[in-house]
């Protein structure tokens, strides 16, 4: 089964290096504790989200799809990159910019050549071994973690920050830190000049959504994070 990507909204190789990974929202519904899903994640985007990934564990493939669609309107419409958890099917199927897989996922390499050059495909990696490997085998970028102790994923790998940015200064492709992070631990992960961080709860879990992302926009800014 061959799936057909749209050449027009599929992101070129120069504009896939000018994506800005600063403040990467991963989707957690049950961190809105019944709020609406998608307000909530335009709020994010209105603080300054800047790539935008979905996940949903328990979703069914239809409900998944489903969720995708609405989504991708909305990353259409503020102009960010849209990443699909897991899914390439899912991916492929709403034409999203990109897809993001995990140690036990497809490998990296499968990825790339079912999704073609153009999409973003990013990994998640723990350790210097993996994230080299990712970025031989064609990943565009790789989330390092998790840096601290998380509440939204429970079969994590701790990496210490000496680990992340041994990794950020082993590779040439982005790095973006997860798990754990919030404002109050945030300066500590700009110091290892990460390309930006990626949350959940630091966003979706406050009262106020919008007022969350633009905080941690600002400091990733002037605590002199990358400025893409």
Known sequence: MKFKQSESSMPSRNSKEKISYRLYLVSDQKALKGRSFIESLEQAIRGGVTVLQLRDKEA?????????????KLTEKYQ????INDRIDIALAVDAEGVHLGQQDLPVSVARGLIGPGKILGASTATLKEA????????DYIGVGALFPTETKSNTRRVSLD????IKDSVSIPVVG?????????????HTGVDGVAVVSAILGKEDIQRAAKNLTKFFLTSGGNHS
Do not use: C
């Open 132 to 139: 080299e490997k990712a970025e031989a085998e064609g990943a």
């Open 80 to 83: 960010i990159p849209l990443i």
């Open 178 to 190: 997860i798990g754990g992070i919030s404002q109050h631990n945030l300066e500590s992960i700009i």
């Open 163 to 166: 680990q992340l940015k041994l």
């Open 60 to 72: 069914s493939s239809k409900e998944f799809y489903q969720r995708a669609l609405e989504v991708k």
